[in-house]
């Protein structure tokens, strides 16, 4: 009795082996990829990467350290004033900044009638300031773009005053007095 019991028991696998669930045996084998890769893969790679990126964090600061250092190590009062004089055009680029000067005016919708230019050398005996009186004639939007865009492109410049005038409350045109001041170093600064 025992006999048939294991005979049964034996066909089974057996019948298993020889007709396959070909669909079954992918899942398993889906099945055992995955808890492979969760088990074995992933954290290996997530360990490697974890310590690239505490490689490149002390890498970002090693060279910031650097920089900060060699700055350090190159600012003496000297050099320092040197490159905030750097900063101001000289009198060779004068007439370059005054010709873009009229440009924004141009590109921003104002009129430029007239205008007066004087020199005023300074005592320090580094920088000359030119100062000009401008008269405007446009919109106050675009007046007001326009001293935003002369600071922008000209840090040197000094805006002194403006003085707005407008023929009634109504008008869209306004006539504007513009005192601006140009600061350019000497040659002999350099």
Request: glycine residues 8%; without cysteine.
């Amino acid at each position: 009795m025992v006999q048939p019991d294991l005979k049964a028991w034996l066909v089974r696998p057996r019948f298993a082996l020889a007709n396959p669930d070909w669909l079954l045996v992918a899942g398993a084998l889906l099945a055992l990829g995955a808890v492979v890769l969760h088990l074995f893969v992933l954290p290996a790679r997530a360990a490697a990467i974890e310590a690239a990126e505490a490689w490149l964090a002390e890498s970002e600061r090693d060279n910031r350290r650097a920089q900060i250092d060699r700055r350090l190590a190159q600012a003496t009062p000297e050099l320092a004033r040197l490159g905030q004089i750097e900063g101001f055009s000289d009198e060779t680029r004068l007439h370059g900044d005054l010709g873009r000067l009229l440009e924004l005016a141009a590109e921003g919708g104002l009129k430029l009638t007239t205008g007066d230019y004087r020199l005023l050398a300074g005592k320090e005996k580094l920088f000359d300031r030119y100062v000009l009186t401008l008269p405007v004639q446009g919109g106050y939007r675009d007046l007001r773009r326009y001293l935003a865009a002369l600071r922008a492109e000209f840090p040197a410049i000094a805006i002194e005053d403006v003085s707005l005038r407008r023929d009634n409350i109504g008008a869209g045109q306004v006539d504007a007095q513009l005192r601006l001041a140009i600061f350019s170093r000497r040659q002999e600064t350099r």
